[in-house]
């Protein structure tokens, strides 16, 4: 009761109070949080092409030396292409291209570069169908983890031996993004700290280059002016018999710069 009373008593300091801390910039500046990327999209993953197109008029791998289906029908065939079966079926046929582009041997199957083929391949395909169903759960738990895991033999494969590292890279078509050094959260506060001193950057940068701009216009004034004043004292100080401080050679420097500056005005001009 006490306080209501000696503030109700007291209506003229209400006016005195000042909300420092809610202070509101009159510069023209609008900063938009940025968008947060998903860590599945390929713009984090650094997958630089998606899964491409597969023929559907191919044969299943199991088929594909099928002396059988050599002589068989054509519509018995077609029941043995991609066009028939499964999606599954297009992905071994997509994983085992990219597997034969990076194997080693005929029989290899184990090596980094397999297994970074055909993560990449299932990646790729994940992320295709993330784009269909973006609410699995299941699918995008699973997609982190293994973009997560071929970040880390990558990494390793970049300290073993960094030539087969960046010829997988470029085979794979990928993009290698370590986790930064230091983590740093995106805030309003900081964002516009920087915002601010950009903008005031820039206005330095403007009057300084309009000033410059005016001082260039008011050079061949200012340099006829000094032509005119040292030829003065010459003669002034030949008038009166004393010593010349003024030479020609100063005054032919004078004039050399004016030619030259009204040369290089007249090149831009025409530009």
Wanted: with cysteine; proline share 4%.
């Amino acid at each position: 009761m006490n306080k209501i009373f000696s503030f109700q008593a007291q209506p003229q300091l209400i006016g005195l109070i000042v909300r420092s801390y809610a202070f509101k910039s009159d510069l023209k500046i609008k900063w938009v949080r940025p968008e947060k990327i998903p860590c599945f999209k390929p713009e984090k993953s650094g997958d630089l092409s998606p899964k491409p197109p597969i023929d559907k008029n191919q044969y299943l791998l199991e088929f594909r030396n099928s002396k059988e289906l050599e002589t068989a029908n054509d519509y018995v065939k077609r029941l043995f292409t991609l066009e028939f079966n499964s999606n599954k079926q297009s992905q071994k046929v997509y994983l085992h291209e990219s597997i034969n582009k990076v194997k080693r041997h005929e029989y290899d199957n184990t090596s980094i570069e397999v297994k970074l083929a055909r993560w990449t391949g299932q990646i790729r395909a994940w992320q295709q169908l993330m784009e269909r169903f973006p609410r699995n759960k299941y699918v995008k738990v699973n997609l982190k983890e293994l973009i997560d895991k071929r970040k880390k033999h990558l990494k390793y494969l970049r300290r073993w031996d960094y030539k087969k590292f960046e010829w997988i890279l470029e085979e794979l078509n990928l993009v290698y993004k370590p986790p930064p050094n230091e983590f740093k959260w995106i805030t309003r506060k900081e964002s516009l700290r920087k915002l601010t001193d950009k903008y005031c950057e820039n206005i330095k940068k403007e009057r300084l280059n309009s000033l410059r701009l005016q001082y260039e216009n008011e050079q061949p004034a200012f340099l006829e002016e000094k032509i005119r004043s040292l030829e003065f004292i010459r003669d002034e100080q030949r008038e009166c018999g004393v010593e010349v401080n003024v030479s020609q050679e100063e005054i032919d420097v004078v004039k050399k710069q004016l030619e030259e500056l009204r040369q290089k005005r007249v090149v831009v001009e025409e530009y």
